[in-house]
């Protein structure tokens, strides 16, 4: 028969417990708390094509890409995220040499409609995380993810935001997530990062030593995960069982 735990005992085992539990998390943004997997450019493509833009994938690709590579560092930090949205619209609009502006304008609306909306589905469970833990947004963007996270009403959870144009390092490059460690002076293995990236953010957060949760998304993808046993979800939501 075993011996009755004791308090003393039973303290330990709490303690135990709190020591091994992340002190952070940390996000990845686009993709991941706007989207439950989806990065920008999939759901990009997917609206030119709804709004009656018929562009291949082969070239669709290519101008995203440089769309986005010419807003880094060049938008204002104020800019807002209806700008930053309908600037790359934009800027992709004009690469693919669309006769009809007004698709632009719609995808643009929709873009951000669908973004905002699933943020404010999700602010439920910062709310909840925020009371548990330090978090914290590690994101390539533009250098105006602090105006963004404003508009879309979910600076005030976040502890940390680490934008690659303004600290000069983009994901997996590991400064850019010591660099959010740091601020938050929380160690590696005292945080775990979600993100929907298996090249940026997985394997970016499995290089610094950090817990990674790979946020795969709704439809299954060939790709496995970058660690053997690393926990995969279809939706943030399912961050409640396993972190709260």
């Known amino acids: 028969m075993g011996s009755i735990p004791t308090a003393s005992t039973k303290s330990q085992r709490v303690s135990s417990l709190i020591a091994n539990e992340p002190a952070a998390v940390l996000f990845d943004f686009g993709g991941t708390l706007d989207a439950d997997g989806l990065p920008w450019k999939e759901r990009m493509f997917r609206l030119f094509l709804e709004e009656g833009a018929a562009v291949a994938r082969e070239r669709f690709d290519p101008s995203f890409s440089a769309a986005d590579d010419a807003l880094v560092g060049i938008i204002p930090a104020t800019s807002s995220f209806q700008e930053t949205v309908a600037r790359l619209v934009g800027g992709v609009a004009a690469l693919l040499e669309l006769s009809d502006r007004s698709i632009a304008d719609r995808v643009a609306r929709r873009f951000l409609g669908n973004a905002l909306r699933t943020i404010a589905e999700n602010v439920p469970l910062l709310s909840e995380l925020a009371r548990r833990y330090r ?29 690659s144009a303004e600290v000069g390092w983009t994901k997996p490059d590991p400064r850019i997530f010591q660099r959010a460690l740091g601020t938050l002076g929380v160690s590696a293995s005292a945080a775990t990062f979600i993100g929907d990236s298996l090249p940026r953010d997985m394997a970016g957060a499995r290089a610094v030593g950090m817990r990674h949760i790979w946020l795969a998304g709704a439809e299954p993808s060939a790709d496995g995960p970058c660690c053997r046993g690393d926990r995969q979800i279809r939706s943030l939501r399912e961050l409640e069982a396993i972190l709260l």
């Open 135 to 163: 978090l914290g947004i590690v994101s390539n963007f533009y250098g105006n993810l602090t105006r963004v996270c404003d508009d879309a009403g979910i600076r005030s959870f976040f502890d940390v935001l680490v934008d």
